[in-house]
């Protein structure tokens, strides 16, 4: 079964800094792979997905991700943090068990930004 | 467009008191239903998913089950709740053309067993 791992549970940026979330997943085959982000007692809101074609997916709010194939990774980027992006970010994965779809999640990483 | 409901957004049982919690899609047809936990600095936690009405599927096991009763409607239930029941309740939908709809999640809801 496919697994997730987000490395780092809490990542603290300065405004204005690089914001960098690490995903790893485990799959012998290339996976669809999400990005959410998820604020306080609120759903979770989709930033970007991987599915196939170019490996630098860009989303929502500034946020971009890059899938490596040799690296099984998935990072989250942001050039430079801003306040609001303080958040849970959660990376997934969709596998396919039993011929059903089933999103996997990794354990989340808690964004604080700091002026 | 779609759009999914859940409800309540907020809720305080007793425990050993029953639990209903519901989640419907708008907007498609036949979608695959999920529920998912999120318990208090944990990650998140497949529950229940459906394929279809009917069609209900566990991963763990655990005080709850779950029901479809018609196509775009997906509950979740307990008889008796447990302290340890308490968490973010998110419901999510998907199509099988999961790579061009991804999953939808609801706004959740919080429950708390006293």
């Known amino acids: 079964a496919q697994s997730v791992t987000q490395l780092g549970s809490h990542v603290s940026v300065s405004e204005g800094a690089l914001v960098l979330l690490r995903c790893n997943y485990s799959s012998s085959v290339p996976p669809y792979l999400f990005w959410y982000v998820q604020y306080p007692n609120q759903g979770l809101q989709l930033l970007l997905k991987?599915?196939?074609?170019?490996?630098l997916v860009k989303g929502i709010n500034g946020f971009e991700a890059e899938f490596k194939k040799s690296e099984t990774s998935f990072h989250l980027t942001k050039p430079s943090a801003h306040m609001s992006d303080a958040a849970e970010y959660f990376c997934?994965?969709?596998?396919?068990?039993?011929?059903?779809?089933?999103?996997?999640f990794g354990a989340g990483t808690r964004l604080a930004v700091h002026p | 467009s779609q759009t999914i409901h859940q409800w309540p957004a907020t809720l305080v049982q007793p425990v050993g008191s029953p639990l209903s919690l519901e989640c419907t899609v708008e907007?498609?047809?036949?979608?695959?239903l999920y529920w998912y936990r999120q318990a208090a600095g944990r990650g998140l936690q497949l529950l229940f998913y459906s394929v279809g009405i009917g069609q209900i599927s566990s991963e763990v096991p655990q005080n709850l089950s779950a029901s479809r009763p018609q196509d775009r409607q997906f509950i979740l239930s307990s008889k008796k709740l447990l302290l340890s029941d308490s968490g973010f309740y998110l419901c999510a939908w998907t199509l099988r053309d999961v790579a061009n709809y991804g999953y939808t999640f609801g706004s959740g809801t919080r429950l708390t067993v006293v």
């Open positions: 991987y599915t196939t074609g170019a490996t």
């Open positions: 907007g498609t047809s036949n979608p695959n």
């Open positions: 997934a994965v969709s596998d396919i068990v039993g011929g059903y779809n089933k999103l996997i």
